[in-house]
């Protein structure tokens, strides 16, 4: 069974970074679309980021500019660049993913059947 680890999660003052990863049990480089997804407390889960399988990068408007989405296939692992933190990006991060012409991306939630367990970002202002 595929599992998806993340990690890097962390408390940070506004305006730092964090380098967010997700480690797969199996080689995702192209046959697997992927995402993060991030929900804070008392809000509906929402998407942020994904990567299809030719490793063409999307994101939702609110990150733009400020997240990268990318993926080191020798690793296995789904790597999330967030620059210029906020206070609002405070939220529980979790990636997932699809196989084969499932369309796992951050605006199709339902297309993602691999989910991690989570990682926890908290921004003080």
């Known amino acids: 069974q595929v599992q998806l680890v993340e990690s890097g999660g962390g408390s940070v003052q506004a305006g730092g970074s964090l380098r967010l990863s997700c480690a797969a049990s199996?080689?995702?480089?192209?046959?697997?679309?992927m995402a993060w997804f991030r929900q804070a407390p008392g809000n509906v889960r929402e998407g942020v980021a994904s990567l299809d399988g030719d490793n063409t990068p999307s994101y939702a408007d609110s990150v733009k500019g400020r997240f990268t989405i990318s993926r080191d296939n020798a690793k296995n692992t789904l790597v999330l660049q967030i620059d210029s933190l906020k206070p609002e990006d405070t939220a529980t991060y979790f990636c997932a993913a699809a196989y084969g012409r499932s369309r796992c991306s951050w605006r199709r939630s339902y297309a993602c059947d691999l989910w991690g367990q989570g990682t926890q970002v908290t921004v003080s202002s």
């Open positions: 199996v080689n995702t480089s192209s046959r697997y679309s």
